[in-house]
């Protein structure tokens, strides 16, 4: 189990469009324990494969207080969303900022397993939030995009600041 380099804001692979993912072996296996591994060191409750630069179509993400619910989203697609949820959002590729952000409250998402088995979740809440933002990453979009011009405007002078301060 390692801990995988996390991309920063404002790297340029953090808009790349992942691919999907044929392949269902013992690297794609290993590569998700690295991320859940990386995921909670950081800590975090969610990472997709383009944060670690690795731009396949696959997401972890653990929501539990526990951390014992890991659910893992190979070439995931949201097939239905309802609702309007606000919730302040960070990110592991932006450290240290949050801001709220407007998403749909529940989805229904159609995803593979590790073994290439298709599987279909609806859930709302944080879970729905968290799956919609790694889905966001893994085609390229971060959660400031979501936000105004002015929000992001200051976000990235503080995240500018705090980079600045090691």
Not at 58 to 71: F, G, M, R, T
Not at 98 to 127: A, F, H, I, M, S
Request: charged share 25%.
């Amino acid at each position: 189990m390692a801990c995988l380099p996390i991309l920063l804001y404002p790297h340029p692979n953090l808009r790349k469009v992942a691919q999907r993912v044929d392949v269902f072996d013992e690297n794609l296996r290993q590569l998700v324990t690295d991320m859940f591994a990386t995921m909670y060191a950081a800590p975090g409750i969610g990472l997709a494969a383009t944060q670690v630069d690795i731009h396949q179509h696959l997401a972890v993400i653990d929501v539990s207080e526990e951390k014992n619910q890991p659910l893992v989203l190979v070439n995931a697609e949201i097939l239905a969303s309802e609702g309007i949820e606000e919730m302040e959002e960070g990110c592991l590729s932006i450290p240290q900022i949050n801001e709220k952000v407007t998403r749909k409250e529940w989805v229904r998402v159609r995803y593979q397993d590790l073994d290439g088995n298709e599987c279909v979740l609806e859930t709302g809440g944080l879970l729905a939030v968290c799956i919609q933002h790694e889905l966001d990453h893994l085609h390229g979009r971060l959660f400031i995009d979501h936000i105004s011009p002015l929000k992001r405007e200051r976000a990235l002078k503080k995240y500018d600041k705090l980079q600045k301060r090691g």
